[in-house]
């Protein structure tokens, strides 16, 4: 059935009998322009500035709506089985210790990850981190600094005094999946999504973290990845994406339709960026008033870093809303398609300013 196509059916067995009415969820505000933040519509399609941040509110209801028009409807309760986390190995990694473990996602899959822990007892509970892959066969070993040395990001946060877990995405590293299978996931985009949000649910239940301070990174794939997590899950506090978006308009929408990614952007959509229901300008703007850094080198040639200037520009209008326009950051290193350290640099201070107490 086409994503957007819905009706109301409604059966009368007699004259006497009461009436039944089914009727599904009505289809999502449309908006034609994701770039302007300033107002919301009706269904009527009548416009209303926002001017408030319980303004601001409605709007953002209306941008996880079109987002399930494309990525598929945020999993329900009964997807949160218990995580029956089981340990592979431990392994000591200077003064910290490195788990591998799995941990039950949904009622049919099991995703690997690591997470690195203090080898001490820490005196008090620290700030945790999700840190998320690129598109390797590595998985989750780049990023745990078995792979790429400037990608081992979530070791070196871990260094800096974080507990960071690092899973793979689906069909990436260990995480053998099936995407032709029908297990209720509309998206890769949205299976990798609640993945992430069960290894939230992990972090949450070690004795070390502090759950009010848990941030997100990750690079290119991780770098949106970690966003639409964000989106779904206010439990991320700061998010950090290097080489991860552009605005939609300056991007290539095929790129994007893959079974790892969200194919009903071809399907439903005709990889046509004015059907689209959605841009990264309304996903930034909805992280507010959460932390958010873009970093986007000025030569990359997977995502154009006048697009992501583009969104920034368009978000700050809600940061500024909310008095958090400092919240709201981007950084354009003179780079390709990368995580160099100094650009590695920005985002670790970065995190450590919103996560980390005086």
Known sequence: MNAARYFIVCVAFSFHAPVWKFELPLPPVSYSDHTDLTFTLDRKGNKTPIRTVADWEVRRGHILD????????????????PLDVKEIEQVKVGDLIRRKVTYQSDPNDRVPA??????????KKLPAILA???????GKDEPAGLGIKDMAYGLE????????IVPDYPSFGEHKY???????????????????VRALDLLETLPEVDTERIGVIGHSLGGHNAMFTALFDTRLKAIVSNCGFSSMRKDDLPSWTGKTYMPRIKSEFANDVTKLPFDF?????????????????????????????????AAGTIYKLHG?????????PKAVHSFPTDARKVAYDFLDKHLKKP
């Open 324 to 332: 958090v326009s400092e919240r709201l950051a981007g950084h354009y």
């Open 178 to 196: 099936d995407f032709a299978a029908d297990q209720g996931y509309a998206s890769g985009s949205m299976k990798a999504v609640w993945d992430n």
């Open 114 to 123: 690591y997470i690195f822990l203090p080898s001490e007892k820490p005196a």
């Open 66 to 81: 079109n987002m399930a028009l494309v990525m598929g409807s945020f999993p329900n309760k009964q997807k949160r089985v």
């Open 281 to 313: 300008h309304e996903v930034v703007a909805a992280f507010a008033p959460r932390a958010f850094l873009a970093i986007a080198a000025d030569k990359d040639n997977d995502f154009d870093v006048t697009g992501v200037q583009d969104v920034l520009t």
């Open 132 to 138: 998320l892959h690129q598109t390797t066969k590595l």
């Open 157 to 164: 946060l871990a260094q800096r005094g974080y507990v960071v």
